[in-house]
């Protein structure tokens, strides 16, 4: 295995894309952490429809990164709707308003008014994208905006059964047409990395994981909403017969967009299916090159969950060090 970047002297800069989301709420948790050890800079969160409506995911990042003492890293609703499908949330999963049990406070939340200004700003030839909600900002943004330097994407399921139909994963099932229009304008000079099902439902926080977290967390304010938005989801996976812990997909997916962790990949090309309503969100990696296409994904086909575990434990030593009591 290999780690995918080198740290350079600058903290790489960081968009994320999220429709927050429980996993999602531990993302911004791992990327509150590098941002306080100065190991990136987190420039912005914007959100998708998804988990829930774009407004409320917004809502939440914006929440969460105040508890986290980041008042000064703005946050934005995204596209309101995907872009041909009607949009459906998942409360089933995620809880009514995105965050299981714990809801985020409805008032005195301020919101950034232009998601797209906040990457015409910050999408520079060194900052990550990191999409961990359906693919609807970025497709909107790609129909005339610059192609990331990096762009890596929460998605899919590769010869692994869907979480959402028998063959589709969720962001690429609630927008399919964003997710096909992405990988059709992807080029091999600049390739998408993709985290799917198959790696991501690897990394499994337990109760027993979640009590150490928490007790690393010290006072950090973290502790407020971990413990109620994660035994929805502990509740959630019980009932799909996965057992009492969760599938931690968009925490994994942020270790892999900045190089923290081990993984393994294969250069493909992906299609995703948008018309068929029995096949909608299918994706397909071209593993044997039968289409001919240039390859334009790095499709991520192992990570070391062992030393992700690690890498939550020290950010979340990071943040109970930096104090985010307020
Ligand atoms: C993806 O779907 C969402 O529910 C999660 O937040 C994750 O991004 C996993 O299929
Ligand atoms: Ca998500």
Known sequence: MQLKTTMTSHPPAVILDCDTGIDDSLALVYLAALHHAGEI????????????????????????????????????????????????????????????????????????????????????N?????????????????????????????????????????????????????????????????????????????????????????????????VEFLPDALRFYFEFHQAQGEGYQAQIHDLLTCMIALGTIEVE?????????AESELLRGTTIADFKNHWGRPTSARLITNANIEQAHLELLRAIQVLAKHNTVR
């Open 41 to 124: 800079t987190l420039k912005a969160v914007t959100t998708t429809a998804g988990n829930v409506d774009a407004h409320q995911c917004a809502l939440n990042s914006r929440h969460i990164l105040n508890l986290l003492n980041l008042p000064e890293i703005p946050v934005a609703v995204g596209q309101p709707h995907p872009l041909i499908v009607e949009l459906t949330t998942t409360p089933e999963t995620h809880g009514d308003t995105g965050l299981g049990y714990y809801h985020a406070p409805t008032a005195g939340l301020e919101l950034y008014p232009d998601w797209r200004e906040l990457w015409r700003h910050n999408l520079t």
């Open 126 to 222: 060194t900052t990550h994208l990191i999409v961990t909600g359906p693919a609807t900002n970025l497709a909107t943004w790609l129909r005339g905006g610059t192609w990331p330097a990096h762009l890596t994407l929460m998605g899919g399921a590769y010869l692994y059964p869907g979480n959402t139909t028998p063959t589709a994963e969720w962001n690429s099932w609630v927008d399919p047409h964003a997710a096909k229009e992405v990988f059709a304008a992807a080029e091999a000079s600049a390739p998408i990395t993709v985290c799917s099902l198959g790696v991501t439902e690897q990394m499994l926080i337990t109760p027993e994981i979640l009590d150490t977290l928490i007790a690393e967390l010290g006072t950090s304010r973290a």
């Open 265 to 273: 990949h294969t250069d493909v090309s992906i299609d995703v299916e």
